[in-house]
């Protein structure tokens, strides 16, 4: 069984940095597609970061610059490093994976496999 478990998630000031984890187990985790996206109430599902399997990064343009994906295939984790927080950063922050061999990084329909979520607020 295949689990996705995000933290790291909370409060902080416009302009603070947080570091949301997402630990996998149940998959081939070093072969898998890894994603981050995030939802606000009332809004829909958002990309925004994603890490193939070989490293390769994408971002959203609305956080690039300011947020980093980063993987650890020992740890079977995934990262994101957030940075320079603005208010429309707040959202459920949801980790997302795949294995199969490729996958539209920016749709969530392309992932088999979700986290719960972590809760970001960023205040102004």
């Known amino acids: 069984q295949v689990q996705l478990v995000e933290s790291g998630g909370g409060l902080v000031q416009a302009g603070g940095s947080l570091r949301l984890s997402c630990a996998a187990s149940g998959l081939s985790f070093s072969s898998s597609h890894m994603g981050w996206f995030r939802q606000a109430p009332g809004k829909e599902r958002e990309f925004v970061a994603a890490?193939?399997?070989?490293?390769?990064?994408q971002y959203a343009d609305s956080v690039k610059g300011r947020f980093t994906i980063s993987r650890d295939n020992t740890k079977n984790t995934m990262y994101l490093q957030m940075n320079s927080l603005k208010p429309e950063d707040t959202a459920v922050y949801l980790c997302a994976g795949d294995d199969a061999q490729w996958i539209n990084f920016y749709s969530y329909r392309a992932y088999d496999y979700w986290g719960q979520g972590t809760q970001v607020t960023v205040s102004s």
């Open positions: 890490i193939s399997a070989s490293g390769d990064t």
